[in-house]
Structure formats: structure tokens, C-alpha cells
């Protein structure tokens, strides 16, 4: 038997990791990586910003899952992990700066005397949250969102100003239309085995704490430490950059074809690491349900703008690791990182510059994409004046574009995504979808997605 072949579409994270695993697996077989862009590494893009490599998505990952961790192991730069250095963060809620309070988990507060005092939730809305406490915890299990998981067991006051904040940012969505299954799976697995959430998230807390890891990980020269690794392990796999795979065609004897502006490159196995609004069309000819189910899931587009000012030039100290803004707030910034607290390498030498990076745009809100760049900084710029009391002038910027970057995993997504594989499964063997348009946005996700896809693919060929 001939040695199968393996085509990975995509190099983001996910592709490179399957790519990845499929060349160092027992069982031999022949990979190639193709990517339509010019570069490798997908939404995770390192680039130098005042003489400091500086991430332009991306710039950590969650330490508390062993997905990327074990694979930094396998590569050999676990031991180059940094976490970051400060700590808390604030809110723009009801029209002003607040402190978060300590002790929340995804936004979900486990003290509820630590609210009180923070002003974000009013004294009755801290009563209605503390019924949790007492309420009987009836729910079905179904995936439901995270604003209506939360709304039914604190109210929507919690629900609203501490948690569509931090949960809505993280993933570019309005919380009440996204899954809590697969956007906040551990508060979802409390709720179901707990009967508070309080209490549950509590106990969860103090397991995290006992372990002493820190949330998040990250490398000094930013988070293509992870990409560049990986790739310069690639050395037996065929990497083609400025591929686009536009049509996948099942070969009469068996296998696939896949067209590319360059020629076409036949496969015995297909990983599919490119979103899902891609992936539909590549599968339409052969699986029309899986395709709908693909193209159905919509995107939200984020720039990033990295800013540096004079720190003497800024009223407030920004003690804490950055500021969310709430929806409601008609601003247009949705968060702002600090960070030179968080990495305080990325102010190279100089003890009188801070570099922030702010983000603009949610599901429903393209304003920022709408604006060019020297618009979006300036305005940007005028509202981070006006909450932080900056006197002085932006002293360098540079945009990131992230268009139909964050897929929004409505409820129910899981379900229609394992459907969609399903009819793969069926129509077209050997095909794998993986990525955050799939099953988890986190870059720890994607790698164990990616090691899914190589896994199976492994496992069917030793099975042929
Ligand atoms: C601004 C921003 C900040 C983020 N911050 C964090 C963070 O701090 N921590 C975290 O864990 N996660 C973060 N994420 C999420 C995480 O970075 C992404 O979910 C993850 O990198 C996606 O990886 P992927 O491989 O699934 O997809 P992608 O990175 O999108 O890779 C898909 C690849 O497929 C290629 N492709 C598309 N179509 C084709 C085609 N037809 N043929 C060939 N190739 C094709 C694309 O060019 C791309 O390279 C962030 C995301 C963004 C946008």
C-alpha cells in the first residue's frame, strides 16, 4: 500500500497542529499544508511595535487546560512561558469607570460583599443575585445562552453588567445569543451539577487556587513563539502559502481532488482548518445539509489598535490589567488592554512610554471597519482621553484588521456542528472540519481540535 496522503487546508493554529501531529505520527503518511495566504499562523500574528515583537491578535493562552501546554511540551518551549504580571481590571459601566470587584469568574461573582461596594450592580440587583443561593437549580441541561443561563440564576443586572462585559468582549458577541456550552463550558458544567452557581464557582475557584497555576500563558517574543515552532518542526510536510483551495472534487477510485489557482493536489484524507463560512462551499456539492449548517454561522470583525503614549502624560494610574466597556455604554471602544502592566516588557527600555492595545467591534457593531485607520485611532484615542485622563498625544499606532474573525457560537452549536459532521461522515470520509469556527475559539481549543482531526485521520487509515 502506498503511503496516504493528507492535505491540511489552512495554517492557522488548528491546521498547523494537525499538520503537525499527522507528520510525527507511529504510523507514516504524507502531509501537505495549504495555505491562501502569505504567511502561516491565521489569526496569530507577532510583529514589532517601537523595536518590541508585540502580538496584533492573540497574545495568551489559558494555562488551566492542557491542550497547548502539552503540545509547548512536545515542542520543547514550555519552559518559555510568561504569565502576566498584573492583576484586575475595570469596567465603563453606567457611564463611568469602575473596578471590578475581586473574586469574579467570568464575570459571575462568587462574593457577593465584594460587589457591593463597586457600584456596577444595584442593591437590588444583588439581592435578586444572591437568590441563587437559595433557588432550586431546575435546569433542563439543554445548551441555553450564557445571558439567559445567568439571568435565570442572578438576574440581569449580574448578568448584564459584570458578565456580557467580560464574556461579550472576550468573544465579540452580545452574550444573550451565545452558547455557554461552548463559551463558558465551565460555567455551564456548574450550573449542571451544581445547585448555586455561587457556591459551585466558589468550590471551582478554590480547586484553581489550591494548583497555584497562573490564568495565562504567554512567550516574551509574542505569541508566533507558538507558530514559528511549530513550523520549523514541519520539515518532511509540502507548505504551499498563497494556495487558496477553492473546490474540493471526489476522485472516481477513491480519495479527493483539490483545486487551487496553481493546480490541483489529490488527497486520501482532507483536514478542513479554515472557517466554516469556507468549508461550506468546499462540501456543498456532495453534503448540502452539513454545508447550510456551515455557512449559517456568522462572524463578528474586530481591529485591534496597538496605541503608545507618554506615561507622564496620564492622570490615572492604571493599576490593573485593562478595561471592558459594556454594550449599552455607545462607546466604540469594547476593551483596552493595558499592556505594559500586563507585559511589562513591551515598553522595551524606556520607563516613560505605555503601550495599550484597544479593540473595537462586536457582533452587530462594524463601525470600526467602517472608519480608516487614521479615523479609528483618533477616535479611539479621544475616548481612552476621556476615561483614563490623557493630556498628551498618541506617540505610535498600528492597526490590526480582523474581519469575520470571531465566529458566534449561538446555542445549540455544538449539536448542529456534530450534525454537520455526521453527514460528513457519510458523504465524505475521511474529511475533517476543525477550528474555532467549530469547537472553541481559545487557542488551547483549536490545538485540541487540531489534534482531534490528526488522531481520527490516523486512526482510519490503520483501520483501512
Ligand atoms: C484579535 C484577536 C485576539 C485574540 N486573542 C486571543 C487570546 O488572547 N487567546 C486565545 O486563546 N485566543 C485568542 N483569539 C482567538 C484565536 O486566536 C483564534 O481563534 C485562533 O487563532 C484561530 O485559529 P484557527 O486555526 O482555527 O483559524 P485561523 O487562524 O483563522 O486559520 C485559518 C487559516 O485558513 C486559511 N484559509 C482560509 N481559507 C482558505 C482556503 N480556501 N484555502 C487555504 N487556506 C485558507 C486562512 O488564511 C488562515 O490562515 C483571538 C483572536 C483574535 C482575532
Given at each position: ?67 497547548a ?10 519552559t ?15 457611564g ?8 469574579l ?69 452580545d452574550?444573550f ?78 480519495g ?41 454561522v ?54 516613560d ?9 462586536r ?14 485611532v ?8 476621556g ?22 457560537y449561538r ?54
Amino acid at each position: 500500500m502506498t503511503t496516504p496522503h493528507v492535505v491540511v487546508v489552512g495554517a492557522g493554529i488548528s491546521g498547523l497542529t494537525a499538520a503537525y501531529r499527522l507528520s510525527t505520527a507511529d504510523a507514516p503518511c504524507r502531509v501537505s499544508l495549504v495555505e491562501a495566504s502569505n504567511r502561516l499562523g491565521g489569526k496569530i500574528a507577532t510583529t514589532p511595535f517601537g523595536g518590541v515583537m508585540i502580538d496584533e491578535g492573540a497574545d495568551a493562552f489559558l494555562a488551566r487546560v492542557p491542550d497547548a501546554i502539552d503540545l509547548c511540551r512536545d515542542l520543547g518551549i514550555d519552559t518559555n512561558f510568561i504569565s502576566p504580571s498584573s492583576k484586575g481590571a475595570y469596567v465603563v459601566s453606567r457611564g463611568k469607570l469602575r473596578r471590578l470587584p475581586d473574586g469574579l469568574m467570568l464575570g459571575v461573582p462568587t462574593q457577593l460583599r465584594q460587589v457591593v461596594t463597586s457600584g456596577i450592580v444595584s442593591p437590588l440587583g444583588l439581592l435578586r443575585a444572591g437568590l441563587d443561593l437559595v433557588k432550586p437549580n431546575n435546569w433542563d441541561g439543554e445548551d441555553e445562552s450564557v445571558g439567559d443561563l445567568i439571568t435565570r440564576r442572578m438576574g440581569s443586572e449580574v448578568a448584564e453588567r459584570l458578565v456580557d462585559p467580560l464574556v461579550g468582549s472576550i468573544s465579540a458577541s452580545d452574550t444573550f445569543n451565545l452558547s455557554a456550552q461552548l463559551a463558558t463550558p465551565q460555567i455551564a458544567e456548574v450550573a449542571r451539577n451544581h445547585r448555586s452557581l455561587i457556591r459551585g464557582l466558589r468550590q471551582l475557584q478554590k480547586e484553581r487556587e489550591a494548583t497555584n497555576l497562573p490564568l495565562f500563558y504567554g512567550f516574551r517574543g509574542g505569541m508566533s513563539v507558538l507558530v514559528d515552532r511549530l513550523a520549523a518542526e514541519l520539515t518532511a510536510v509540502d507548505i504551499r502559502t498563497n494556495s487558496e483551495v477553492n473546490a474540493i472534487e471526489v476522485r472516481p477510485g477513491g480519495g479527493y481532488r483539490l483545486a487551487t489557482p496553481s493546480g490541483s493536489i489529490d488527497a486520501d484524507a482532507v483536514v478542513i482548518a479554515a472557517p466554516a463560512r469556507i468549508a461550506a462551499p468546499l462540501v456543498a456539492p456532495y453534503a448540502a445539509g452539513a454545508s447550510q449548517i456551515l455557512a449559517d454561522v456568522e462572524y463578528a470583525s474586530v481591529s485591534l489598535v496597538t496605541m503608545a503614549f507618554r506615561s507622564s502624560d496620564i492622570g490615572n494610574d492604571l493599576d490593573g490589567s485593562g478595561l471592558l466597556v459594556a454594550p449599552d455604554e455607545d462607546m466604540l471602544m469594547t476593551a483596552a488592554s493595558f499592556g505594559h502592566r500586563k507585559w511589562p516588557h513591551w515598553t522595551g527600555d524606556n520607563d516613560d512610554r505605555i503601550v495599550m492595545r484597544v479593540s473595537a467591534g462586536r457582533f452587530g457593531d462594524d463601525r470600526a471597519m467602517h472608519l480608516d485607520d487614521d479615523e479609528l485611532v483618533e477616535s479611539l484615542a479621544n475616548e481612552l482621553a476621556g476615561l483614563l485622563d490623557i493630556e498628551g498625544p498618541v506617540l505610535e499606532w498600528r492597526v490590526s484588521r480582523w474581519p469575520l474573525s470571531f465566529p458566534q457560537y449561538r446555542p445549540g452549536h455544538s449539536d448542529r456542528i456534530a450534525l454537520a459532521e455526521s453527514e460528513l461522515v457519510a458523504t465524505l470520509p475521511g474529511i475533517e472540519l476543525t477550528g474555532s469556527s467549530y469547537r472553541g475559539v481559545g487557542i488551547p481549543a483549536c490545538i485540541r481540535q487540531g489534534n482531534e482531526a490528526a488522531a481520527r485521520i490516523v486512526e482510519r487509515f490503520a483501520s483501512a
